[in-house]
């Protein structure tokens, strides 16, 4: 017995104007193969090239969606009646959706991501004759975007690579200005880009790499208050940050937000890297509930970085998010990448979520972005000093200190760095114990004497400070702005790192 | 070329639906017979994907929108949607989405302001639109000037 299909208004011509045309099978693909067969002109408004039913072609078995049924294998019952009811839908050129509107385009319906021109299906070859990416990957690439939190080691690589990958849309959130000891790793940034804005200079380098990429800076620093605004157009946040509080603060804006965190780290020779907030994965709390103390983990202008490092894990970074876009592959999610460049080891620890997690676990405490600096113990800046006067009673500065030494002062000048700092550059007539050894060497020094302890910016001098302070010495200060503002103020002949 | 007409008072209802949803698409039905569109329904943008540069018509709007035109004693001619800050011409989504048979009336509306309104057919071999003559009943001697499709 013969079922009945309705015919839409624009699929008339091809049947004689008919409304409905009476077709016979046991399943609704077959209807609809004998439909096509009986006119055939239908074929190509209703199946695309890959013999698929077309994504605005909605078929109905009475009033129930075939898609909410077995779609095509969908047995019918004689007096089944089928409808083909056509989805109307356009839009304005320019394909990229709104940045409020944009989501993880991995499961996206092909039909609807954006066209590749003539030049981008060149640009992209390598990866359209791949199946894993094809077509239809380099287009949901065209489609997502992802925001890079950093210009800096990591945020460089990255962001070149996502760029050239053809990822349609790049934020940066950075606020500094490009320096000379950046350049032996940052490669957004050249010599000629010394002084100029990070965030200029990434765009212009990243325009160059690919065009077709739209690039939007964020010359600000992430915060609290900033964070959530600020990810919300992102399909993927990239953590290229170089500080605790920032850390947790991405972490957590990730998870409150639900978006994923290629996340990476490094420091000297090792790096790190991993998926954090991705759907059912650990975030970075899971793994490091509270930060370390303040000053136990050095950044790497204290610590010093290996300049070829953040190219490898910038890179793993930028491989995690282009995989997420994709959905191909297995990401790193619960899983703890370990990189040390020395021994040329990778390893990998196993990651659970937490139950207990605070952010993401069953029953979160936090579920709104707190103060960071305070959670990871750092106190804030003290207010501004006039320059050169002595801040307080443990506190000095290079001019005044400058001023002592040329009156003949007796002061004991301890820098508290490496030995291949001191190397780099020094206050004259200062004596070398580095922070590690000094609880061992202390006794070298005359408590009775007047101490100055310095280090590179005046951080590590301060827990110098401390100790010594907590060991009997009263007549000690702190040099603020350690050799760097010796050497700004005081000694510009001198080289700064 | 085919040639669509629209009655007194359509193209005007079209700027406006277009003027009023601005800066989104808007969408609607164009209901008539043979080529001459008497009236237009004005159909709520049901995308998913960011008003701003698309629209979508409800497989139900869709039905209510035939069955309206068939107890009228006309047919569906085709959807008239809005191009905010964009040409009025298909853009490559148009074209993946179109329909045989259908007239695909575009108005630009920029800042705000409706400006030009243009009509497409799709190809038979869905290759690409065919630009329609837009008359206005009233000035049937002065299609509307409209950019070129081919190039």
């Known amino acids: 017995m013969p079922n009945t299909i309705h015919i839409p208004t624009p699929l008339r011509p091809f049947t004689d104007k008919k409304e409905s045309v009476e077709v016979t099978g046991n399943t609704v693909g077959e209807l609809l193969t004998d439909l096509t067969t009986r006119h055939d002109g239908l074929k190509k408004h209703l ?13 109905y078995l009475n009033d129930e969606d075939i898609r909410y049924l077995e779609r095509e294998a969908t047995p019918v019952k004689p007096g089944d009646e089928l409808s083909i009811v056509p989805s109307v839908a356009g839009g304005a050129p320019g394909t990229v959706a709104p940045p409020a509107a944009a989501e993880a385009t991995a499961g996206a319906d092909p039909e609807s991501l954006p066209e590749l021109s003539q030049e981008e299906i060149q640009r992209y070859s390598r990866h359209l004759i791949m199946p894993e990416v094809g077509m239809d990957g380099q287009r949901k690439l065209k489609a997502s975007s992802v925001l890079c939190v950093g210009a800096g080691g990591l945020g460089s690589p990255a962001a070149m690579y996502l760029a050239a990958a053809g990822v349609g849309r790049i934020g940066i959130v950075d606020f500094d200005v490009v320096d000379f000891s950046n350049l032996q790793r940052q490669l957004l940034h050249g010599t000629p880009d010394v002084g100029r804005s990070k965030l200029e200079s990434a765009k212009d380098r990243l325009r160059a790499l690919n065009p077709h990429v739209e690039v939007d800076t964020y010359e600000t620093l992430l915060s609290s208050e900033n964070a959530l605004d600020l990810f919300a157009p992102y399909d993927v946040i990239l953590d290229g940050t170089d500080n605790f509080p920032t850390r947790y603060l991405v972490n957590d804006a990730c998870v409150i937000s639900g978006k994923p965190n290629a996340y990476g780290s490094i420091f000297r020779f090792e790096g790190q890297a991993s998926v954090f907030g991705a759907k059912d994965g650990p975030c970075y709390r899971c793994l490091y509930p509270e930060p370390p103390p303040p000053g136990l983990v050095p950044s790497c202008a204290e610590g010093g970085v290996f300049g070829v490092l953040p190219g490898i894990i910038g890179v793993i970074q930028a491989t995690e998010t282009i995989k997420l876009m994709l959905g191909v592959g297995e990401p790193l999610v619960g899983r703890f990448l370990i990189y040390d460049a ?82 780099i550059n020094r206050v004259p007539g200062s004596t070398l114990i580095p922070l590690g050894e000094l609880p061992r060497r202390y006794q070298e020094l005359d408590a009775e004497r007047e101490v100055v302890v310095m280090c590179k910016m005046g951080g590590r001098s301060a827990q110098a400070l401390d100790f010594l302070r907590s060991v009997g010495f009263s007549r000690i200060k702190n040099l603020r702005g350690g050799v760097l503002a010796w050497i700004d103020t005081v000694d510009p002949s001198q080289p700064k790192y | 070329m085919t040639t669509l007409t629209l009655r007194s008072g359509v193209a005007d209802a079209i700027r406006g639906h277009g ?46 929108a035939e069955r309206q035109a068939a107890a009228g004693g006309a047919e569906l001619l085709g959807f008239y949607h809005s191009h905010p800050d964009h040409p009025a011409r298909p853009s490559q989504y148009d074209l993946d989405h179109a329909w045989p048979f259908f007239s695909y009336v575009i108005v630009s509306v920029c800042g705000g302001v409706p400006e030009d309104m243009t009509s497409w057919r799709l190809k038979d071999d869905r290759s690409a639109f065919d630009q329609e003559d837009l008359t206005n009943a009233e000035h049937d001697s002065h299609p509307h000037a409209s950019p070129p499709l081919h190039g």
């Open chain 1, 47 to 59: 199946y695309a090239e890959d013999g698929r039913l077309r994504n605005f072609v909605n078929v």
């Open chain 2, 19 to 64: 003027a009023e949803t601005y800066p989104d698409e808007c969408c609607g039905a164009l209901i008539g017979r043979e080529g001459v569109v008497t009236d237009t329904y004005s159909l709520p943008n049901m995308t998913e994907e960011g008003p701003r540069r698309r629209f979508r018509v409800r497989p139900a709007d869709y039905r209510e």
């Open chain 1, 342 to 423: 020395l021994k040329m080891r990778f390893r990998e620890l196993k990651l659970r979520k937490d139950p207990e997690c605070p952010v993401c676990g069953t029953n979160p405490t936090v579920t709104e972005l707190i103060d960071y600096e305070q959670f990871c113990g750092i106190r804030p800046e003290p207010a501004a000093q006039p320059a050169g006067a002595a801040g307080n009673e443990w506190e000095t500065t290079p001019v005044e200190l400058k001023r002592r030494l040329d009156a003949g002062d007796d002061v004991f000048i301890l820098d508290v760095r490496e030995p291949n700092e001191y190397q």
